[in-house]
């Protein structure tokens, strides 16, 4: 995960001074860290008997989609409001910036279901902690979270269900 982590670019005082932003584009263009991204996850997954994945938007739509393919798993995008045509439940939840919420389609996950839960990044765990309550909620048989990056210093992990199973390709 080196190669990958040394394809991530750094973006300093953004969106506000003060914050480095992980630029996970710079990671997602080159082909062979995807391919090292894409085998990372799926070697995470591949026998635990997934049969769903949660990308939340939008950059977790991206791993998200790409796990569930390579395990042979369903995709559920988490959306923002209003994007999911059927009926959806939703939460609300504070994030590093501000406020925000997440909706699932009500039909999404049953209890037949054992779920991973992916986003690109991990750093305050306000937007997994909301979608890991959501997909909760549906009674899967296990939920799993996933991260490609995690920036261990904002301490998101501890904000996350204890229950759940954690893991992050990379952690800074």
Same mark, same amino acid.
Request: hydrophobic share 45%.
């Given at each position: 995960?080196?190669?990958? =982590?040394? &394809?991530? !670019?750094?973006?300093?005082?953004?969106?506000? /001074?003060?914050?480095?932003?992980?630029?996970?584009? +710079?990671?997602?263009? $080159?082909?062979?860290?995807? #391919?090292?991204?894409?085998?990372?996850?799926?070697?995470? *997954?591949? $026998? &635990?008997?997934?049969?769903?994945?949660?990308?939340?938007? %939008? !950059?977790?739509?991206?791993?998200? @989609?790409?796990?569930?393919?390579?395990?042979?798993?369903?995709?559920? /995008?988490? !959306?923002? /409001?209003?994007?999911?045509?059927?009926? +959806?439940? %939703?939460?609300?939840?504070?994030?590093?910036?501000?406020?925000?919420?997440?909706?699932? #389609?009500?039909?999404?996950?049953?209890?037949?279901?054992?779920?991973?839960? #992916?986003?690109?990044?991990?750093?305050?765990?306000?937007?997994?902690?909301?979608?890991?309550?959501?997909?909760?909620?549906?009674?899967?048989?296990?939920? *799993?979270?996933?991260?490609?990056?995690?920036? @261990?210093?904002?301490?998101? !992990?501890?904000?996350? /269900? =204890?229950?759940?199973?954690?893991? @992050?390709?990379?952690?800074?």
């Amino acid at each position: 995960m080196e190669y990958v =982590k040394s &394809k991530i !670019r750094d973006i300093i005082d953004f969106p506000k /001074p003060g914050i480095i932003f992980r630029d996970l584009t +710079t990671m997602l263009k $080159d082909a062979k860290a995807m #391919h090292m991204v894409a085998d990372g996850l799926a070697s995470l *997954y591949r $026998d &635990k008997g997934i049969t769903k994945v949660v990308g939340i938007e %939008s !950059r977790g739509f991206i791993g998200g @989609s790409i796990l569930a393919y390579e395990i042979g798993a369903g995709f559920v /995008p988490a !959306r923002k /409001p209003g994007k999911l045509p059927a009926d +959806t439940i %939703s939460a609300s939840f504070e994030k590093e910036y501000g406020f925000d919420t997440i909706e699932l #389609h009500a039909d999404a996950i049953t209890p037949d279901d054992i779920v991973v839960i #992916h986003d690109d990044l991990l750093a305050t765990g306000g937007t997994m902690n909301a979608a890991y309550e959501l997909v909760k909620t549906m009674n899967p048989k296990k939920i *799993y979270i996933n991260f490609i990056v995690e920036l @261990s210093a904002l301490n998101g !992990r501890d904000v996350l /269900p =204890k229950e759940a199973e954690v893991t @992050s390709l990379i952690v800074y």
